[in-house]
């Protein structure tokens, strides 16, 4: 996921946010979305996310947003951070681990996992529709400048501890000057507990295989209280 200086602090070391850019994303038997939309609904841009720059509730060795938590990802990840982007949440929280640092020549890469407490959409969307429009909000708020290709590969629904949910993992390929990077999986997982809409986010680059033992516990690890 791409590092770009932006006015909001993320981990607390310096000034930016996690974007990662590209054209919006086009999908099999579907349009593209407009970079300001996903499927149907307008994304809310990056400046204006309802997060706080507050360090998030850790409890436990987890992190916790509303009812929801997952486990704290390890070193090299940053310590939980309140700043992060994802659309339609109230209160969100998320961490960051550097892969390719930033040089005058390169944006750097990172990869990031993040929680969110989706207010604006409960008993809008299905949990579905609610993967799929996180998930394109994301790549075309964020992903903005650069060419992208993604494949879906799994769009399904699971059970999240119990409670009723859907994963959707999207294989993205593009080409960055200066990154070494060249593949990232996306995984969006949405969840409805007791009426509350929460969306689990994460980027894994193909430069860091050595992180996807640790991003993936953050998921597996998810639970409702």
């Known amino acids: 996921m791409r590092r770009t200086l932006r ?38 841009p990056v400046d204006r996310s309802a997060s706080t720059s507050s360090p998030p509730p850790v409890e436990s060795g987890r992190v916790k947003i509303g009812r929801v938590s997952y486990p704290v990802a ?6 939980p951070s309140g700043t992060v982007y994802m659309a339609f949440a109230s209160h969100s929280a998320g961490q960051s681990a550097v892969v390719e640092q930033a040089t ?12 969110a407490r989706l207010s604006s959409v409960d008993g809008a969307w299905g949990a579905q529709q609610a993967a799929e429009v996180i998930g394109q909000c994301s790549l075309s708020m964020t992903w903005l400048g650069i060419d992208y290709h993604p ?29 070494r990077a060249t593949r990232e999986v996306q995984t969006v997982v949405t969840l409805d507990a007791g009426g509350e809409t929460y969306a689990y986010l994460s980027y894994l680059p193909d430069t860091a295989d050595q992180l996807k033992a640790s991003l993936d516990a953050t998921r597996e690890g998810l639970r409702v209280d």
Request: neutral net charge.
């Open 7 to 44: 006015s909001l602090a993320f981990g607390g070391l310096v000034p930016l946010v996690m974007v990662a850019g590209c054209s919006p994303p086009e999908f099999p038997g579907r349009t593209s979305a407009s970079p300001s939309s996903a499927g149907g609904f307008p994304c809310p």
């Open 74 to 79: 390890p070193a090299p990840y940053s310590p």
């Open 104 to 115: 005058n020549s390169s944006i750097g890469w990172n990869s990031v996992v993040a929680l």
């Open 151 to 179: 494949r879906p590969r799994r769009d399904e629904p699971i059970t999240v501890d119990g409670h009723p949910g859907w994963i959707r993992v999207t294989d993205l390929s593009f080409a960055v000057p200066g990154i």
